[in-house]
């Protein structure tokens, strides 16, 4: 079982940076695939970035890249995001998400998040 809280959402203006944390409780965090989605209101949850349990191939949506970074520190049992040039568009519940497996994360992972809400301002 892991469980995964989020922090570190807010309110923004255009142009700003926000840095997303998640922090996984349970053991083997390394094992897992880490995510990060978000739901904009109206829309589906898709998916913004991804990472290995190696902290490799580092997966982004067209709309975030150059501009969002993931990254992941397995002694700390953390997952972060790091997001710069925040657009209005951005705004949504972002939710960190887990999955066991040695590829990539699922758009169905194993766990998910609270979510935390980022609002950006024009």
């Known amino acids: 079982q892991v469980q995964l809280v989020e922090s570190g959402g807010g309110l923004v203006q255009a142009g700003g940076s926000l840095r997303l944390s998640c922090a996984a409780s349970?053991?083997?965090?390394?094992?897992?695939?880490m995510g990060w989605f978000r739901q904009a209101p109206g829309k589906e949850r898709e998916l913004v970035a991804a990472?290995?349990?190696?902290?490799?191939?580092?997966y982004y949506a067209d709309s975030v890249k150059g501009r969002f970074t993931i990254s992941r520190d397995n002694a700390e049992n953390t997952v972060y995001l790091q997001m710069n040039s925040l657009k209005p568009e951005d705004t949504a519940v972002y939710y960190c998400?887990?999955?066991?497996?040695?590829?990539?994360?699922?758009?169905?992972?194993?766990?998910w998040g609270q979510g935390t809400q980022v609002t950006v301002s024009s």
């Open positions: 998400a887990a999955e066991k497996t040695t590829i990539t994360i699922s758009t169905t992972p194993d766990y």
């Open positions: 349970g053991r083997r965090f390394s094992q897992y695939a």
């Open positions: 990472i290995r349990w190696s902290g490799g191939n580092a």
